[in-house]
């Protein structure tokens, strides 16, 4: 599934890249307080989730909140151990408390984890490198140019487009992605699969994300 379709849910989401995921699901909360656990060197690299770490989230986890804490555990590995540590709290977790795993391989998680949470596979988007719209510096001129440049594309294209627009606009940082924003993404999508004509999807989607610029 392409970033522009994740939702704030509980649940496995498997991605090379944990900090971008995290900012998708930043863009995404609004009541919600988020717990985030992970083994970082003095680098800020992070590295595999240990033991002390599964008793750091378990102790996270009886903490009462009134509002819904989403505890997120980032590593590019868990071991077993780690995991059949964490299976009581994931399979019951207490009362306002959901739990997000962000890691880069589904092979890796045990099948009793993954039996009691949806998995989700996050697509990377190669066209990004290459990509010819600035969006960092995005103006009506533009915006203007790039829908009459890709006026001809057919839909699936037009797909591909919009999922490398709203990645390279949550990597930017320069524009302020709150809940309806990251909808018109998924949405587009959505009615370019209905037949939508793509240079009206392609003008919508970007002076949207032109009107919540960073001023």
């Known amino acids: 599934m392409p970033f522009s379709t994740l939702t704030l849910d509980g649940g496995i989401i498997i991605s090379k890249n944990p900090d971008k995921v995290l900012a998708s699901l930043k863009a995404l909360k609004t009541d919600e307080i988020f717990t985030i656990i992970k083994n970082e060197d003095e680098k800020g690299v992070t590295k595999e989730f240990l033991v ?40 019951e977790p207490p009362k306002n408390k959901a739990f997000i795993i962000i890691t880069e391989s589904k092979s890796a998680i045990l099948d009793t984890i993954k039996s009691r949470m949806p998995i989700r596979v996050l ?20 915006v203007y140019e790039f829908v009459q440049e890709n006026r ?46 793509t240079s009206f999807i392609l003008n919508t989607v970007l002076l949207k994300l032109l009107a919540k610029k960073k001023r």
Request: charged content about 25%; hydrophobic content about 35%; some cysteine.
């Open 52 to 91: 002390e770490h599964a008793k750091q989230t378990i102790t996270k986890a009886y903490i009462t909140s009134d509002e819904l804490n989403y505890i997120i555990l980032i590593s590019p590995s868990f071991s077993d151990i780690v995991q059949n540590r964490l299976l009581k709290i994931i399979e």
């Open 123 to 142: 697509q990377e988007d190669k066209q990004e490198e290459t990509f010819s719209l600035d969006i960092e510096n995005l103006n009506l001129a533009k």
């Open 152 to 197: 001809r594309i057919s839909s699936v294209e037009c797909q591909k487009l919009v999922e490398t627009i709203s990645t390279i606009a949550m990597k930017s940082g320069r524009y302020n992605l709150d809940e309806s924003t990251l909808k018109v993404f998924s949405d587009s999508i959505k009615a370019l699969d209905m037949g939508s004509p």
